[in-house]
């Protein structure tokens, strides 16, 4: 299949939470739509729910989470218990955040496919999920 | 004799190209090209009257006449997590070790006017900062701290008439009176629509509380600062130095438009507006940015407002250390970035300083590390020297052509903001955000390509140390939290809270009636944060922003 008839890998941006901390989000977001990605940024203070429902209703093959606040190990179990609920847990699920790393062991363990911590470039996140999807 | 521009070009030519130069970009990190000299010819024209005298307008040089001579800044560290009483601890340790003033961090919940039970706030209670409630949480917040000696600054902006209705109420059943406190509340919302992002109202609604704080508060407390108008959090969502000048000063002019419209006179709130700024890593673009802010504030306040006081004039300011600039990689490297940010603020002229803890890229800062960012601050004071003059920069030809090229940026800025129709249209339309945005795109590219660099991140990135020892909030404040908030419910009297929540809505209705009074009965009642905010959302709306990136 060439390069134009392939299909555009679409990825959702979520902001978890209720930290306002956007700058990384936006960042990854438009970092993947230059990237070709079909990217849909859902804004800020998002419940776990509204996620999985953005998640679902635009058939995205991955969802790119962003939390800053600290709440990770509560918001991010709960998008993967809802992902395998809807019978979508094939979406590749991603991690940006400062994130300790005992945490991000947990997070891997529980299903997330990779967590970018500070200091990871756009570069690692757009070939991770190129590689995740097509996998 | 005077050096001529043509003086520079001359040696440009025959003596500086003589050499090759590096491989560097030569621009500051927010992008703006720097000469390789500067000289008599890159001061401005009337050096005397543009400079001037610290403590004498246009106050390019400091607001007061004696600067550190007379009085160090104040060392104010932000601190705040877990419950109050947790906080609390960590308040008193650091007036044990010689902090001058504090400085409160409220968690996720109380940034957004939302209880601790509220099912959102599950994971979020104390993490990012202290839950605060009710009244009650902030009695045992500042529990033993003598409120009329300290000077005490809450970040909170949203809600934050309600956390001076507590605050106040609080300080009150110390038996101190609200004139007698001195300190600040942020209450700059305008900055949260552009870079924060903790909201509770939209925009409108949010301007009008804003209003009633600078109202009430120049009427019955005189030494606190109702609005502390913030580039902090601008500068870490990713602006350029000079996106940080001009959108903070565009907002403190206009909540200046704003109180006038409504009567007051501008001398009567002027000189109880306060800023704060970041201290980002390029150091000279940073005392710039300080130096020119100082003279906007004056000239604006001067002959935009007709404000005749002096007190008016002077825009005294708080500084912190770019958090922005920390990396997680070789974490102690962070000590060497925050002390030559904390140097910048200094010979900026800052009135006030908060360094940050090197752990902080990783997690919230340890008791350790924060020891270390307020001895950064204590070593500057007393063994370098550099507060033994004022202003030690002014006249350098280079810091003198950025403060004048920073004023020239701010002006370009304001010019576009007023074509839009003002600040409130221009950040309903997302032109700041999305200036930001863009900005902050371009610096990340940089990074990426190599083209700045970061130490520990894309250049010497070997040898990363071991992560350091980081802070945990055991989940079980968040439960004890709940659960004290759940006890006040059930104690107070009921009646006299839904009254207060009562004229609290009906207040909000009237857009002429000032709602301080009608929250501090509502402190006074036990009615919670959460009660009060969706009180005033059923009359106020919310706010949800149209995402760009």
């Known amino acids: 299949m060439s390069a134009a008839t392939e299909k555009k890998i679409r990825v959702v941006v979520a902001k978890p939470g209720l930290d306002g901390h956007d700058r990384g989000a936006k960042i990854i977001a438009r970092a993947l739509r230059d990237a070709g990605m079909e990217v849909i940024y859902t804004g800020l203070h998002q419940t776990p729910e509204q996620i999985v429902e953005t998640v679902i209703q635009e058939d995205a093959d991955a969802v790119g989470l962003s939390i800053l606040s600290g709440a990770h190990m509560t918001l991010v179990p709960r998008v993967l218990e809802l992902l395998r609920e809807q019978g979508a ?17 947990e997070l891997k363990e529980l299903g997330v496919a990779e967590v970018f911590t500070p200091g990871a470039s756009t570069e690692q996140a757009v070939e991770f999920i190129r590689n995740a999807v097509r996998a | 004799m005077a050096t001529t521009g043509s003086d520079s070009e001359r040696w440009e030519r025959d003596t500086f190209r003589a050499a090759p130069e590096r491989d560097a970009p030569f621009s500051t990190i927010s992008g703006e090209p720097v000469r390789p000299l500067y000289t008599e010819a890159d001061l401005p024209a009337d050096p005397d009257g543009v400079i001037g005298f610290p403590g004498e307008y246009p106050f390019t040089r400091g607001v007061y006449g004696s600067m550190y001579r007379g009085r160090l800044w104040t060392m104010r560290q932000f601190a705040g997590f877990g419950t109050a009483a947790e906080t609390n601890r960590r308040f008193r340790y650091l007036l044990d070790h010689g902090q001058t003033g504090l400085s409160t961090a409220f968690d996720m919940p109380s940034l957004m006017g939302l209880d601790s039970d509220h099912p959102r706030s599950e994971g979020e209670v104390g993490r990012e900062g202290v839950a605060v409630d009710s009244l ?17 600054s809450m970040t909170i902006n949203a809600p934050a008439a309600i956390m001076l209705a507590f605050y106040v109420v609080a300080a009150e059943r110390q038996g101190v009176p609200a004139e007698r406190l001195g300190g600040t509340i942020q209450t700059d919302i305008l900055k949260e629509y552009i870079a924060q992002k903790e909201w509770c109202f939209p925009v409108d609604p949010a301007m009008r509380l804003v209003g009633d704080m600078i109202e009430w508060c120049a009427s019955h407390m005189p030494r606190w600062h109702p609005v502390s108008i913030s580039g902090y959090h601008i500068r870490e969502a990713g602006s350029t130095a000079a996106q940080e000048l001009a959108f903070t000063l565009k907002d403190g002019l206009t909540y200046v438009e704003q109180a006038v419209a409504r009567g007051l006179d501008v001398d009567d709130f002027a000189p109880r507006l306060s800023f704060f700024f970041n201290a980002h890593i390029d150091f000279f673009e940073e005392i710039a940015k300080y130096r020119a ?35 997680a990689q070789q974490p102690l490297n962070n000590i060497v970035r925050t002390a030559i940010e904390a140097l910048a603020g200094v010979l900026g002229g800052t009135q006030s300083l908060h360094t940050n803890s090197f752990d902080e890229a990783l997690a919230l800062p340890t008791e350790n590390a924060v020891r270390v960012a307020l001895r950064t601050q204590q070593i500057i004071a007393e063994e370098t020297g550099v507060a033994n003059t004022i202003d030690p920069l002014g006249g350098s030809y280079f810091v003198e052509a950025l403060t004048d090229r920073m004023e020239e940026q701010a002006y370009e800025y304001f010019g576009k903001i007023d074509q839009l129709g003002g600040m409130v249209e221009a950040v309903k339309r997302g032109f700041p955000q999305r200036e930001i945005a863009d900005a902050a795109f371009r610096y990340q590219q940089e990074l990426e390509s190599g083209v700045r660099k970061m130490v520990g991140v894309n250049a010497y990135t070997e040898g990363d140390d071991l992560g350091p020892e ?62 009060m905010v969706s009180r005033l959302q059923t009359v106020f709306g919310s706010y949800r922003e149209a995402p760009v990136f």
């Open chain 1, 89 to 105: 847990d094939d979406v590749v699920v991603t991690l940006g955040g400062t994130i300790p790393s005992d945490d991000v062991k």
């Open chain 2, 470 to 531: 980081i802070l945990r909030i055991d989940p079980a404040f968040e439960v004890e939290q709940v659960q004290r908030l759940r006890t006040i419910r059930e104690r107070r009297d009921a009646d006299r809270a839904a009254r207060a929540l009562e004229a609290l809505v009906e207040g909000a209705r009237d857009p002429g009636e000032n709602l301080m009074p009608l929250l501090l009965e509502a402190a006074r009642a036990d009615c919670t944060e959460g009660e």
């Open chain 2, 293 to 327: 802010a100082r003279r906007i504030w004056a000239r604006e306040l001067r002959d935009t407002f007709g404000a005749r006081k002096p007190e008016s004039w002077r825009m005294r300011f708080h500084t912190q250390t770019a958090g922005v600039s920390l990396t």
């Open chain 2, 136 to 152: 009650g949480d902030m009695q045992t917040l500042f529990s033993g701290i003598p409120l009329d000696e300290v000077t005490v």
